[in-house]
């Protein structure tokens, strides 16, 4: 008998791995359930605890992606990305991870990663975000 045990996202220290799954889990989570909460930005999620899933627009191309988790020292940002759907018109150098499209501004890894993954909430690809985007933007005038 085989047994098969699940690696948590949070022991992984590979970025562009955990980037391919959790950044599009974190865009399927806010888009399905995103609202405007007080003091965050954009639209919010609150996941298990005091975790909060943020995004918001920069521009027509890019998103501002945030989490919060609590601390030791309070509720803190502990990822903070940019992500694009159109890496060729963007700096190589600063969006270095998926292909272009994610930039790390900070990242504090954690249990907040697994509480992630662990939603049952479908993700949302890079491009199925930002097409999304426009379909709901066309028909509500929200911004994300």
């Given at each position: 008998?085989?047994?098969v045990?699940?690696?948590?996202?949070?022991?992984?220290?590979?970025?562009?791995?955990v980037?391919?799954?959790?950044?599009?889990?974190?865009?399927?989570?806010?888009?399905?359930?995103?609202?405007k909460l007080h003091?965050?930005?954009?639209?919010?999620?609150q996941?298990?605890?005091?975790i909060?899933?943020?995004a918001d627009?920069?521009?027509?191309h890019?998103l501002?992606?945030?989490?919060?988790?609590?601390?030791?020292?309070?509720?803190?940002k502990?990822?903070?990305?940019?992500v694009?759907?159109?890496?060729?018109?963007?700096?190589?150098?600063f969006?270095r991870?998926?292909?272009?499209?994610?930039?790390v501004?900070?990242?504090?890894?954690?249990r907040?990663?697994?509480?992630?993954?662990?939603?049952?909430?479908?993700?949302?690809?890079?491009?199925?975000?930002?097409?999304?985007?426009?379909?709901?933007n066309?028909?509500?005038?929200?911004?994300?």
């Amino acid at each position: 008998m085989d047994i098969v045990q699940e690696c948590l996202i949070s022991k992984t220290r590979d970025r562009n791995a955990v980037l391919s799954a959790i950044v599009p889990k974190i865009l399927g989570i806010v888009r399905a359930r995103g609202r405007k909460l007080h003091d965050f930005g954009g639209r919010s999620v609150q996941l298990t605890g005091a975790i909060v899933l943020s995004a918001d627009a920069i521009d027509a191309h890019r998103l501002m992606v945030s989490v919060y988790d609590e601390t030791a020292s309070g509720i803190v940002k502990v990822l903070s990305l940019h992500v694009t759907d159109f890496p060729s018109a963007t700096d190589p150098n600063f969006y270095r991870y998926q292909g272009g499209r994610v930039a790390v501004l900070s990242w504090r890894w954690g249990r907040w990663e697994d509480a992630v993954m662990a939603d049952e909430t479908a993700p949302l690809s890079f491009s199925g975000l930002f097409v999304e985007r426009l379909r709901v933007n066309k028909q509500t005038s929200t911004n994300f």
